[in-house]
């Protein structure tokens, strides 16, 4: 069982950026696709943006392609996304994902370890 701990979200203005990380809780993470979804209340969970374990590949929502990056570091067991230019829609609740077998997906259900989550707001 691998746990995953986001961190970074808060408060911020429109245009600012915000860096959220996702620690996991064992080695075996580096094997694992990684990818971040998000939530605002009542809707479907969104595809973010998702990395292979090497990190060689990465895949964007078009709605953040161009302001948010995604990263991985393998020897501290971390994956971040660097959330540039935010906006008001970008208000939710983050997700960080682990799937254990295959690369990068756009479907949540694909993915098998899920972190509780972390609260973006973006005032305007």
């Known amino acids: 069982q691998v746990q995953l701990v986001e961190s970074g979200g808060g408060l911020v203005q429109a245009g600012d950026s915000l860096r959220l990380s996702c620690a996991a809780s064992?080695?075996?993470?580096?094997?694992?696709?990684m990818a971040w979804f998000r939530r605002a209340p009542g809707k479907v969970r969104e595809f973010v943006a998702g990395?292979?374990?090497?990190?060689?590949?990465?895949l964007y929502a078009d709605s953040v392609k161009g302001r948010f990056t995604i990263s991985r570091d393998n020897g501290k067991n971390t994956v971040d996304l660097q959330m540039n230019s935010l906006k008001p829609g970008d208000t939710v609740v983050y997700y960080c994902?682990?799937?254990?077998?295959?690369?990068?997906?756009?479907?949540?259900?694909?993915?098998?370890?899920w972190g509780q989550g972390t609260q973006v707001t973006v005032s305007s």
């Open positions: 064992r080695r075996t993470f580096r094997n694992y696709a």
């Open positions: 990395i292979t374990w090497s990190g060689d590949s990465t």
């Open positions: 994902a682990g799937r254990t077998a295959g690369g990068s997906s756009r479907w949540s259900d694909d993915y098998n370890y």
